[in-house]
């Protein structure tokens, strides 16, 4: 009656005693005759005799198979003499559901619910393993994969969407791998692939390119065409390092080379890349650093009214000084402080450079002029960080002299931007302006889907508007629509008399913005000279008409 299966067989393999449990477990009646064969009682009358030959106990886990159902039982065998025969007493007890569940809490220690592959701890424990065999070591490689602009698909077609796209990803690159290779998810949007062994760096580029070369191929997701890249570095054991953690920090190197070079594509590490990465390194230092001792200032560029001259409003653009007081223009810092996540502080410091310097601007600029800030995409899709910067707003006292500028791609991206965080700002009285627009994933559809009070036209649609007819088409169609929708038209980048020209005699654009009017001026250069400050408007009107580029104009250091 017991639950347990329990056997005692001689030394010649006959089952002197078996019950109900071990029957049932042996694929036997339990009154029926004892040779009725089955592969399970084989197996055991074989262990049996096996242990009792060597007169030692052992334990051991036993698997029975009844069509679709599986059972595990964990069986203890002891060798016993009872009047002077040496028997085998067995007991069996079933341990399926324990089994199933240190089986789920191994999946889900060392293997991605998602996507089914094995995480980072296992591929690192694989790597480490071949390094430490004893016979010698062939060639392997690790390539370090990550899914380009994967944050953005997650934005535009959802979370549920973002995750089909890792596991069809995930199904591509790994195909045609070999059983002594391995493919990681280790976080994310990040793959990790063991190829092992390899004989040539030539290999495995064809290798890569040909799984680049498969995952340009659409995917279709819940009724989407989404079209992924992948960027792919590359390090090679032992050329690129001798550890796994020197091969896959240099494989990640190689993989941000590609990156920062349009994404896309592949690229095997060398020294090179590691000068650079320490050089990155040190920026990153120096960004926290100035962070932590608020060595950021604002310089202002006027936007200006091209038929009257008068100042509309001002853009501030932030500034970096380095260690050696050396202005830095933002195309230095302000991707990376993106990618550090230290760009909402670093925001919330320019606020707060404004409201010291308020005074000044008013003086400088006229007391009714609006204030421009730039929000990155990132930030304006983080409902969190911008209620508390509309907090902050609201906390200067004056919150509808600010604008707020962000790119046309917060207002497409499924990040709800439009619906839950615009109102905000428009029950302070804060403006709205979409920046750089025509670059990124702008059409006039969306325009005429956004609420927006302002519209900056790219400065590439600009420069030289007056030679190009294409360029001068898009124009008229945006700012027909912009009109239409009642937003108004501000022109980036305006350098050249002929540009000016051109937008007065051609176009209904009021207001423009560039080094034809002004650089981006810092207000400390201003306090000695004030009452030349308030002339500012007077300075714009005078411009000699026969200046095409300003003379004061130093290099890209003033660009945004």
Known sequence: ????????????????????????????????????????????RETG??????????????????????????????????????????????????KALEDHLFRTAYYDELTGLPMRRVIEHRVTNL??????????????????????????????????????????????????????RISGDEFLLLLNPIQSEHEVAEYIHFTLERLKAPFFIDGSEIFA?????????PDHGRSYQALRQNADIAMYRVKNNGKGSAAFFDAGMEREALARMKIEQSLRLAILEKRFCCAFQAKVDIRT???????????????????????TFINLAVELGLID?????????????????????????TISINVAAKQAGNPEFMRSFAEALEATGFPSR???????????????????????????????????FGIGYSSLSALADITADEIKIDRSFITDIHKRPRSQGILRAIESLSEALGMTVIAEG???????????????????????????????????????????????????????????????????
């Open 229 to 237: 890249s992948t960027s792919i570095g590359v390090s090679v054991y």
């Open 1 to 44: 009656m017991l639950p347990a299966g329990v056997t005692v067989q001689d030394e010649h393999g006959r089952f002197l005693l078996m019950n109900d449990a071990a029957a049932l477990q042996l694929g036997i009646a339990a009154d029926g005759p004892a040779a009725m064969p089955s592969k399970e009682l084989d197996h055991r």
């Open 494 to 560: 305006l350098e050249s008399f002929e540009e000016l020209a051109y937008l007065q005699a051609a176009t209904k654009i009021r207001y423009a913005q560039g080094f034809y009017f002004s650089r981006p001026i810092f207000l400390e250069e201003l306090k000695p000279s004030i009452p030349l400050a308030r002339d500012t408007r007077a300075n714009l009107a005078s411009r000699p008409p026969q200046l095409s580029r300003p003379a004061y104009a130093r290099g890209d250091v003033y660009r945004r």
């Open 309 to 331: 001259q008068d100042i509309k409003g001002i853009e501030a653009l932030v500034r970096l000084r380095d260690d050696e007081g050396v202005i830095q223009a933002p195309g």
């Open 345 to 369: 502080e670093l925001t919330h410091l320019v606020l707060a450079e404004i409201v010291k310097s308020i005074d000044l601007i008013n003086e400088t600029f006229g007391h009714g002029t």
């Open 131 to 184: 390094l430490q065999r004893d016979e010698p070591l062939g060639r392997f490689a690790l390539a370090f994969l990550d899914i380009d602009n994967f944050k953005h698909i997650n934005d535009y077609y959802g979370h549920a969407i973002g995750d089909a796209l890792l596991v069809e990803v995930a199904k591509r690159l790994g195909m045609n791998l070999r059983e002594s290779d391995m493919l990681s």
């Open 402 to 436: 600010f604008m707020i500028e962000v790119t046309e791609d917060a207002f497409v991206a499924k990040t709800h931007f439009q619906d839950q965080i615009l109102p905000i700002f428009r029950r302070l009285g804060v403006g709205i302006s979409i920046d750089d």
């Open 49 to 98: 005799l096996e242990l009792l030959g060597a007169g030692r106990a052992a334990v051991a886990e036993e698997f029975v198979t009844r069509g679709e159902v599986k059972q595990i039982f964990l069986t203890a065998h002891r060798p016993v003499r009872i009047a002077d025969r040496n028997l085998l007493l067995s007991s069996s007890t079933e341990i399926s559901e324990q």
